[in-house]
Nanobody, 125 residues
Framework: QVQLVESGGDFVQPGGSLRVSCAASGSILKIDDMEWYRQGPGKDRELVASITSGGITKYADSVKGRFALSRDYAKNTVFLQMNSLKPEDTAVYFC???????????????????WGQGTLVTVSS
């Protein structure tokens, strides 16, 4: 099976910076897009940023110019650098990836829209 594990969530003051990470593990054949979503208090889950297998990034208007995605292909890891953080950025941040992997149970390749468990980012003074 494959897993996505987020890390790096923390408490940070407004205007501060933080980097969260998402690492995929397992018998991975390929990973296409990797995305970051977030869900703030009383809000729906929203797409924050995405990066394609070719390294093309897209950002939500609310974070454009402040957040930056990068990807370590060798380690199957994506990073979200968050700068100039605002209280509105407070949320649980979730990693999502479309993964093709070898399913050892059924001895065949399978595809999965994988989600991590989330990492909490709190922006407050």
């Amino acid at each position: 099976q494959v897993q996505l594990v987020e890390s790096g969530g923390d408490f940070v003051q407004p205007g501060g910076s933080l980097r969260v990470s998402c690492a995929a593990s397992g018998s991975i054949l390929k990973i296409d897009d990797m995305e970051w979503y977030r869900q703030g208090p009383g809000k729906d889950r929203e797409l924050v940023a995405s990066i394609t297998s070719g390294g093309i990034t897209k950002y939500a208007d609310s974070v454009k110019g402040r957040f930056a995605l990068s990807r370590d292909y060798a380690k199957n890891t994506v990073f979200l650098q968050m700068n100039s953080l605002k209280p509105e950025d407070t949320a649980v941040y979730f990693c999502n990836a479309k993964i093709t992997y070898f399913n050892s149970t059924y001895r065949r390749f399978s595809s999965l829209d994988a989600w991590g468990q989330g990492t909490l980012v709190t922006v407050s003074s």
